[in-house]
Nanobody
Framework: VRLVESGGGLVQPGGSLRLSCATS????????MMWVRQAPGKELEWVST???????SSKGSVAGRFTISRDNAKNTLYLQLDSLRTDDTAMYYC??????????RGQGTQVTVSS
């Protein structure tokens, strides 16, 4: 299983980013996928899950601001982050499966929200 996140960066409050997670080594279309994040000094927390059926579920504080999606043809998972807040600052990871905490995840991509 290989998971490679990208798309993070520094953005001002209210801004947007689109994270990507390129996957390989497993049948992406058949698997549920999730995004998790870890802020400095805090525990890992679940952000959003997309099931193989396309059904999605998100943490309350990001619902309506973050959108998880997938492109099965490209074996890629996405997370659109809109209306970013300073408390969204964290390392964001993608992971295979729907069980939290995930058994394995990618190396992460840093999202920093600051003015």
């Amino acid at each position: 299983v290989r998971l490679v996140e990208s798309g993070g960066g520094l953005v001002q409050p209210g801004g947007s980013l689109r994270l990507s997670c390129a996957t390989s080594g497993f049948t992406f279309s058949s698997n549920n996928m999730m995004w998790v994040r870890q802020a400095p000094g805090k525990e890992l927390e679940w952000v959003s899950t997309i099931y193989s059926t396309g059904y999605t579920s998100s943490k309350g504080s990001v619902a309506g601001r973050f959108t998880i999606s997938r492109d099965n043809a490209k074996n890629t998972l996405y997370l659109q982050l809109d209306s970013l807040r300073t408390d969204d600052t964290a390392m964001y990871y993608c992971a295979k499966g729907e069980t939290f905490p995930p058994a394995e995840r990618g190396q992460g991509t840093q999202v920093t929200v600051s003015s």
